[in-house]
């Protein structure tokens, strides 16, 4: 093992966590122009200036690929935990372009999709209910007595929903290795977030649910990885379910539809000064961990590797429309429309619909 | 709230067309300036003024107790919208999606939809937002809701398909004293196909009122909301190629469901479509065609059939989105099916 040089991190892992923040950049960057050119099927996210939430929280877990790890439930806005945790960069293009060879085949969109045995379950639309399904794959793990943990990252306003309530205190008291981390990213959509909350820190409503939290600058990645790391240590060794809330900003757009036009330029442009990318970079070179001609070819291969891998993924194949009935039973096919078929009355199974 | 008007709320008296999603603009903010006992609840509705913008120049005009920005909790504040029903307001609350619905499921049909049969009193709350397909929005943005709650006993379902519906039903559904819950289909909120300029005048559309779009003798096609576009294109195609007389039925309301409008019209023609883009199982073509056995088995020469989407949740790809989807070549297909049975 080589020597450690921050918090049990070696050169090599520092750097690892480097391309992590490159990469969801330059992927989402990546996404935009993808989008411009009509590629993207529906909507897309930004994460920028939350990169590092998202790195340095996963980077704390277990990541495995054979099914024996910790478990992640991120958001759109944490990406790069998704690719941490093995989600190929690919898939990520595939999904939001629709492709048949993405993960849901077309069927769903984005960040939306699941690998147990990498210990990814991907989100559904609706806000809160992962941290409702977390406690149960949590739960799981304590009846089984497994060392695992799991990691549900929620946005700060998805804190108003019943489900979030419901879930957090069912983990809570079950005391289930759950972590949950609060992207207090100060907006929810076009509200702020001190309309949506009395209270000034998330970790205030970690006390009301008895839980243990944590407060950390969520654009310090260091910070963030070492918040997480003790949150897993504690939750591992049975002290039940954690919370840390990021503190950082939303600097895009609810999503690229959004001009943003309600955000005080002056809140905006300190917050860009603070950006997680920027911050670590600096870290690095005055602390001598790398040189910056290191960095410089982490970035270049990030963008080279979104580049080559979305070309890819552009030129795969949209599914046969035909493939929208099944999946939908694990054991029958969903009936084709029979204006597409012969006829209402036909008695054979028709040739589609086998 | 004594000054004027939002310039692009006063379309109408300036005699220019709206779209639909500016015609339930304009009677949400009618409404709001008629009767000062209604408010709006909702996601992001006030400042940015709705995800779609529907509630645009709201918050400056009548102000924040009147435009209220909720968390995003729609149990929550569904909930309280029946309070303050209870309390003689009158809450028009906006799901940002109406997929999003679903977590005021409870409050709405265990309480709201039962309140005035347990003594309770009236819920006049109509509960409005984007509904539907044909967006690339994937599952959770693309829903119809309506038959989530055409089961539960106590509500009222709109689901407009004209700007001049879209209005009228809007003034009714607000005016009514039940719990309505009012769809509005995204892809015709700024269709400028569907831009018309609207009386200049206080109308209402009545709830429970179907509308003859065209008239037919051949085949009786019945159908609601964005579909209502659909069928037209397959009616016209249907005269042109076929020769077939196609009467289109905009029910407007699905309940409660105008089932003298259907039955009135399948007399004349004896055969009935019925078109949805809301999923087959379940669907209101169900409810329909045993509606017309019960009333008119007699007139029927043909089975009664319907065009639908398929049973799946909505798809994100656009090409499994417009297999799941409706479309004109199926309606075509079910309408010479019929004509030549
Ligand atoms: C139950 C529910 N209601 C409404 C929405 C629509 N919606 C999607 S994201 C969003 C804002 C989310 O804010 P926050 O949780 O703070 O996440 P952020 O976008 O800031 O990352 C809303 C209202 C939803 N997805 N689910
Ligand atoms: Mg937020």
Same mark, same amino acid.
């Not at chain 1, 998202?54 to 495995?64: C, D, S, V």
């Not at chain 1, 963030?224 to 002290?239: F, H, L, Q, T």
């Not at chain 1, 920027?278 to 602390?287: V, Y």
């Given at each position: 093992?080589?020597?450690?040089?921050?918090?049990?991190?070696?050169? /090599?892992?520092?750097?690892?966590?480097?391309?992590?923040?490159?990469?969801?950049?330059?992927?989402?960057?990546?996404?935009?122009?993808?989008?411009?050119?009509?590629?993207?099927?529906?909507?897309?996210?930004?994460?920028?200036?939350?990169?590092?939430?998202?790195?340095?929280?996963?980077?704390?877990?277990?990541?495995?690929?054979?099914?024996?790890?910790?478990?992640?439930?991120?958001?759109?806005?944490?990406?790069?935990?998704?690719?941490?945790?093995?989600?190929?960069?690919?898939?990520?293009?595939?999904?939001?372009?629709?492709?048949? /060879?993405?993960?849901?085949?077309?069927?769903?969109?984005?960040?939306?999709?699941?690998?147990?045995?990498?210990?990814?379950?991907?989100?559904?639309?609706?806000?809160?209910?992962?941290?409702?399904?977390?406690?149960?794959? /949590?739960?799981?793990?304590?009846?089984?007595?497994?060392?695992?943990?799991?990691?549900?990252?929620?946005?700060?306003?998805?804190?108003?929903?019943?489900?979030?309530?419901?879930?957090?205190?069912?983990?809570?008291?079950?005391?289930?290795?759950?972590?949950?981390?609060?992207?207090?990213?100060?907006?929810?959509?076009?509200?702020?977030?001190?309309?949506?909350?009395?209270?000034?820190?998330?970790?205030?409503?970690?006390?009301?649910?008895?839980?243990?939290?944590?407060?950390?600058?969520?654009?310090?990645?260091?910070?963030?990885?070492?918040?997480?790391?003790?949150?897993?240590?504690?939750?591992?060794?049975?002290?039940?379910?954690?919370?840390?809330?990021?503190?950082?900003?939303?600097?895009?757009?609810?999503?690229?539809?959004?001009?943003?036009?309600?955000?005080?330029?002056?809140?905006?442009?300190?917050?860009?000064?603070?950006?997680?990318?920027?911050?670590?970079?600096?870290?690095?070179?005055?602390?001598?961990?790398?040189?910056?001609?290191?960095?410089?070819?982490?970035?270049?291969?990030?963008?080279?590797?979104?580049?080559?891998?979305?070309?890819?993924?552009?030129?795969?194949?949209?599914?046969?429309?035909?493939?929208?009935?099944?999946?939908?039973?694990?054991?029958?096919? /969903?009936?084709?429309?029979?204006?597409?078929?012969?006829?209402?009355?036909?008695?054979?199974?028709?040739?589609?619909?086998? | 709230?004594?000054?004027?008007?939002?310039?692009?709320?006063?379309?109408?008296?300036?005699?220019?067309?709206?779209?639909?999603?500016?015609?339930?603009?304009?009677?949400?903010?009618?409404?709001?300036?008629? =009767?000062?006992?209604?408010?709006?609840?909702?996601?992001?509705?006030?400042?940015?003024?709705?995800?779609?913008?529907?509630?645009?120049?709201?918050? =400056?005009?009548?102000?924040? &107790?009147?435009?209220?920005?909720?968390?995003?909790?729609?149990?929550?504040?569904?909930?309280?919208?029946?309070?303050?029903?209870?309390?003689?307001?009158?809450?028009?609350?906006?799901?940002?999606?109406?997929?999003?619905?679903?977590?005021?499921?409870?409050?709405?049909?265990?309480?709201?939809?039962?309140?005035?049969?347990?003594?309770?009193?009236?819920?006049?709350?109509?509960?409005?937002?984007?509904?539907?397909?044909?967006?690339?929005?994937?599952?959770?943005?693309?829903?119809?809701?309506?038959?989530?709650?055409?089961?539960?006993?106590?509500?009222?379902?709109?689901?407009?398909?004209?700007?001049?519906?879209?209005?009228?039903?809007?003034?009714?559904?607000?005016?009514?004293?039940?719990?309505?819950? @009012?769809?509005?289909?995204?892809?015709?909120?700024?269709?400028?196909?569907?831009?018309?300029?609207?009386?200049?005048?206080?109308?209402?559309?009545?709830?429970?009122?179907?509308?003859?779009?065209?008239?037919?003798?051949? &085949?009786?096609?019945?159908?609601?909301?964005?579909?209502?576009?659909?069928?037209?294109?397959?009616?016209?195609?249907?005269?042109?190629?076929?020769?077939?007389?196609? $009467?289109?039925?905009?029910?407007?309301?699905?309940?409660?469901?105008?089932?003298?409008?259907?039955?009135?019209?399948?007399?004349?023609?004896?055969?009935?479509?019925?078109?949805?883009?809301?999923?087959?199982?379940?669907?209101?073509?169900?409810?329909?065609?045993?509606?017309?056995?019960?009333?008119? @088995?007699?007139?029927?020469?043909?089975?009664?059939?319907?065009?639908?989407?398929?049973?799946?949740?909505?798809?994100?790809?656009?090409?499994? $989105? =417009?297999?799941?989807?409706?479309?004109?070549? =199926?309606?075509?297909?079910?309408?010479?099916?019929?004509?030549?049975?």
């Amino acid at each position: 093992m080589s020597d450690s040089l921050i918090a049990g991190l070696d050169q /090599t892992q520092l750097l690892g966590l480097y391309h992590s923040l490159v990469l969801t950049r330059a992927a989402e960057e990546r996404l935009e122009m993808l989008q411009k050119q009509g590629h993207v099927t529906g909507e897309i996210y930004r994460s920028i200036g939350q990169e590092a939430g998202a790195a340095g929280a996963a980077f704390a877990l277990n990541r495995q690929t054979d099914g024996t790890g910790d478990f992640l439930a991120p958001t759109v806005r944490a990406a790069g935990a998704l690719f941490l945790f093995g989600g190929e960069l690919v898939d990520f293009f595939r999904q939001y372009m629709g492709r048949a /060879t993405g993960p849901t085949e077309g069927k769903e969109a984005n960040i939306h999709w699941v690998d147990f045995q990498k210990g990814i379950i991907g989100p559904v639309s609706p806000l809160g209910t992962m941290l409702e399904v977390m406690a149960g794959i /949590t739960l799981s793990f304590k009846v089984r007595g497994e060392s695992r943990v799991g990691m549900v990252f929620c946005g700060d306003d998805a804190s108003s929903t019943g489900a979030w309530h419901e879930g957090l205190n069912f983990s809570a008291v079950q005391r289930c290795p759950l972590i949950l981390m609060v992207e207090a990213n100060q907006w929810a959509f076009s509200t702020a977030t001190r309309k949506n909350t009395r209270v000034r820190s998330f970790t205030e409503k970690a006390a009301g649910y008895g839980i243990g939290s944590e407060s950390v600058d969520g654009t310090d990645v260091m910070a963030v990885y070492e918040a997480v790391s003790r949150a897993a240590k504690r939750a591992r060794a049975g002290k039940g379910t954690q919370m840390v809330e990021l503190r950082y900003y939303r600097r895009l757009g609810y999503a690229q539809h959004d001009p943003q036009d309600y955000v005080d330029p002056d809140e905006l442009a300190m917050w860009v000064d603070r950006d997680p990318i920027d911050l670590f970079e600096r870290r690095i070179l005055e602390e001598g961990w790398a040189a910056e001609s290191v960095l410089h070819k982490i970035r270049i291969r990030a963008e080279e590797e979104c580049k080559l891998v979305a070309e890819q993924a552009t030129g795969e194949p949209v599914p046969d429309g035909r493939e929208a009935v099944k999946g939908v039973y694990t054991d029958t096919i /969903t009936q084709h429309p029979w204006t597409r078929t012969d006829g209402p009355y036909r008695r054979d199974g028709s040739e589609l619909n086998t | 709230m004594n000054q004027p008007a939002p310039e692009h709320l006063k379309k109408t008296a300036r005699g220019e067309p709206v779209t639909l999603l500016e015609a339930v603009s304009e009677g949400l903010f009618e409404e709001m300036v008629r =009767d000062d006992s209604v408010f709006l609840m909702g996601e992001d509705i006030g400042v940015y003024g709705g995800a779609f913008k529907v509630t645009r120049g709201f918050l =400056d005009y009548f102000g924040g &107790l009147r435009v209220i920005d909720t968390p995003i909790a729609e149990g929550g504040f569904t909930g309280a919208a029946a309070g303050a029903a209870h309390m003689g307001l009158r809450p028009v609350v906006e799901m940002q999606f109406m997929d999003f619905i679903s977590p005021a499921y409870d409050v709405l049909t265990n309480y709201i939809a039962t309140s005035l049969y347990r003594g309770a009193g009236p819920m006049p709350i109509v509960v409005r937002g984007p509904v539907g397909g044909g967006n690339r929005g994937g599952p959770f943005h693309s829903q119809n809701v309506e038959m989530a709650f055409f089961h539960t006993p106590g509500f009222k379902i709109v689901y407009p398909s004209t700007a001049y519906d879209a209005k009228g039903l809007m003034k009714a559904a607000i005016r009514d004293d039940n719990p309505v819950i @009012f769809e509005e289909h995204k892809a015709l909120y700024r269709a400028p196909t569907l831009r018309e300029v609207l009386p200049d005048e206080d109308y209402v559309v009545p709830l429970g009122k179907a509308r003859t779009v065209r008239e037919g003798s051949d &085949l009786t096609l019945v159908t609601y909301g964005a579909m209502v576009h659909k069928s037209i294109e397959a009616a016209k195609k249907l005269e042109q190629e076929d020769g077939v007389g196609v $009467e289109i039925i905009d029910l407007r309301t699905l309940l409660p469901l105008d089932e003298d409008a259907i039955v009135e019209s399948l007399k004349r023609t004896g055969r009935v479509l019925i078109v949805h883009e809301d999923t087959r199982t379940g669907g209101i073509a169900g409810e329909i065609a045993i509606r017309l056995n019960e009333r008119a @088995f007699e007139w029927l020469d043909a089975p009664i059939l319907r065009v639908t989407a398929i049973d799946s949740p909505v798809p994100y790809a656009g090409s499994l $989105e =417009d297999y799941f989807l409706p479309q004109v070549e =199926d309606i075509v297909t079910a309408g010479r099916y019929l004509a030549a049975y």
